[in-house]
């Protein structure tokens, strides 16, 4: 696997394939952002874009990891000390999920975000960005409620602390492309560079394949759960013999969350994957890729409930560090 | 003229009543507030203001003046230290028109509004005004333009300052009283306290009486202008021989501006108006009250090439020493 074909890996989306095919060229030194707002725990959505950073680091590049304190702050998540502490926590976590602490930086927001320049640039690209044009931005994130005026600013700080963090590629899951979008739209305005992005694809919804995995609705998986806990979720998973399913009976998409996990967190972390049978039903399958594991799924020579109990042994074995820490 | 009547002498907003009987009742070393984009030269807009904000001195308040650098920098209007200078030349125009230097206090706004606790108030704003809201104070500040996220902004930095300044009282234009009023809304959601706000008159334009003057388009009168150019402007002003002129031929209401500025600039700041005629037409016309004026006007006893001239004069009168200062 070349450089380019690394750091791509997985991703749902690259922006653009010219600008990473760049970096590819030389990426040591090179640095990737994700942020996050602090919470407790890790879940699996975060895990997920971990393994896109461990990737990336393993092809070269830096990671920085910014904890977003003042969001958190201001969605009424505790004191600055109280987040403080959870964005210390979750950094543990993040290591001991695999990230390579030599290769990584953890920044808090209010590290910069008070600065004079900042809270400046801040004010300058709003005035150089449109209502509607940040409404667009917006849309994916937070719906359903009234909008609030900090949903047309927190894009832009998300596009500024590119700036300030001086990143060479923004990382996110799905959720957050229009948001690099509008970034790559509005930094041009106080001549700042439109940064280029990845995108990590979203999981679907654990128990039923409808919609996309949430931690705040549905079942996630957490590095909080124990080995009985991923087995009572997995087991209960929905999985049918395929990567893809039929539509449900009121017409809804459904997708293979149990293949996903498989796709986007074991196989990325282990070089092979054992589905352990009994010698009377066929013995030990051994897959050195995905589109193996998916092939038999399809074909019936791999049975569900044994991918689920193969998956719950390696996410398990993906969770146990962190679970430690968090126990510690 | 007791504190109350002076205090609401001329403005054509009183928010609420209650609110400035109460600060009338004791207004001894009260404070208040209003803001500006620093520019060069203070226009006939600037000046109504400012009798007001004298008249509040005469009652006893103390007054603060904003003058908003942040705002003026991101408008493009010259570097933070060219800003400054227009400031500080603002500062002595509106000292030479009147105001009481010992009661008069002059803010940049660079001076609080890049504080952290500014910042993370403004965000908790942010966070608490829906758009619509916001959208609904810019709507007579800015339109014709495509909105852009700071035109939501702008009024919560307003609000803000309002807190930040510790003033009692907010004055402004008539254009101000929506972001007044979404001060007032949205304060008390950080947990501050509805600002008390007055509203003073906007003058008819001086050539049509048709809509407000306005300083970037139409004429305007400014404390550049010579005795020459103030007597050419006001010989070439709209001005019937009464108060309430039929509306034009489009339908467009008209007001007659040479008795707005009677009433709202020159009234306030002398005791006597003299209106010198030759013996021939009747002699000197003397009054003591802008209604007295008025009524002469409407009777015919006062012609309105005469009103002009006396207006000429005083204006004059009131605008020297600020040109005196804009020429040292």
């Not at 696997?1 to 991703?11: C, G, Q, S």
């Not at 210390?88 to 976590?93: S, V």
């Not at 998409?253 to 293979?256: G, H, I, L, S």
């Given at each position: 696997?070349?450089?380019?074909?690394?750091?791509?890996?997985?991703?749902s989306?690259?922006v653009?394939?010219?600008?990473?095919?760049?970096?590819a060229?030389?990426p040591?030194?090179?640095r990737?952002?994700?942020?996050?707002?602090?919470?407790?725990?890790l879940?699996?959505?975060?895990?997920l874009?971990?393994?896109?950073?461990?990737e990336?680091q393993?092809?070269?590049l830096?990671?920085?990891?910014?904890?977003?304190?003042?969001?958190a702050y201001l969605n009424?998540k505790?004191?600055?000390?109280?987040?403080?502490e959870?964005a210390?926590?979750?950094?543990?976590?993040f290591?001991?999920?695999?990230?390579d602490?030599?290769?990584?930086?953890f920044v808090l927001?209010?590290?910069f975000?008070?600065?004079?320049?900042?809270?400046?640039?801040?004010?300058?690209?709003?005035?150089?960005t449109?209502?509607?044009?940040?409404?667009?931005?917006?849309?994916?994130?937070?719906?359903?409620?009234?909008?609030?005026?900090?949903?047309?600013?927190y894009?832009?700080?998300?596009?500024?602390?590119i700036?300030?963090?001086?990143?060479?590629?923004?990382?996110?899951?799905?959720?957050?492309?229009?948001?690099?979008?509008?970034a790559?739209d509005?930094?041009?305005?106080i001549?700042e560079?439109?940064?280029?992005c990845?995108h990590?694809p979203?999981?679907a919804?654990?128990?039923?394949?409808?919609?996309?995995?949430?931690?705040s609705?549905?079942?996630t998986?957490?590095?909080?759960?124990?080995t009985?806990d991923?087995?009572?979720?997995?087991?209960?998973?929905?999985?049918?013999?395929?990567?893809?399913p039929?539509p449900?009976?009121?017409g809804n998409?459904?997708?293979?969350p149990v293949?996903?996990?498989?796709?986007?967190?074991?196989?990325?972390?282990?070089?092979?994957?054992?589905?352990?049978?009994?010698?009377?039903?066929?013995?030990d399958?051994?897959?050195?890729?995905?589109?193996?594991?998916e092939?038999?799924?399809?074909?019936?020579?791999?049975?569900?409930?044994?991918a689920?109990?193969?998956?719950?042994s390696?996410?398990?074995?993906?969770?146990?560090?962190?679970?430690?820490k968090?126990?510690?």
């Open positions: 696997m070349d450089a380019y074909e690394r750091i791509t890996r997985n991703v989306e690259v653009t394939e010219d600008e990473v095919r760049a970096l060229e030389a040591d030194g090179k990737a952002y994700v942020g996050y707002e602090p919470s407790g725990v879940h699996i959505g975060h895990m874009t971990a393994t896109k950073l461990i990336l393993e092809a070269g830096d990671v920085t990891v910014l904890l977003a304190d003042v969001h009424d505790g004191s600055f000390d109280e987040i403080r959870t210390e926590r979750m950094k543990e976590q290591l001991a999920y695999g990230l602490e030599e290769k990584t930086e927001g209010s590290e975000q008070f600065d004079r320049e900042y809270v400046l640039d801040l004010h300058a690209l709003e005035l150089n449109t209502l509607s044009r940040a409404e667009r931005a917006m849309a994916e994130i937070k719906s359903g409620e009234s909008a609030k005026v900090s949903q047309a600013v894009p832009l700080m998300q596009a500024l602390d700036v300030y963090l001086d990143v060479d590629l923004a990382i996110g899951g799905m959720e957050q492309r229009k948001v690099h979008m509008l790559r509005v930094l041009p305005a001549e560079e439109s940064p280029t990845l990590t979203l999981i919804d654990l128990s039923t394949g409808v919609g996309k995995m949430s931690s609705t549905g079942t998986i957490s590095m909080e759960d124990s009985e991923i087995e009572e979720k997995v087991n209960a998973a929905f999985c049918p013999p395929t990567a893809h039929d449900d009976d009121d998409d459904r997708e293979n293949l996903q996990i498989f796709e986007y967190h074991v196989f990325p972390r282990f070089q092979q994957v054992v589905v352990e049978r009994p010698e009377e039903y066929g013995g399958l051994t897959y050195d890729d995905y589109e193996s594991l092939a038999d799924l399809e074909s019936g020579e791999l049975h569900p409930m044994d689920k109990t193969a998956l719950v390696y996410l398990d074995e993906l969770i146990a560090p962190g679970r430690e968090i126990q510690a």
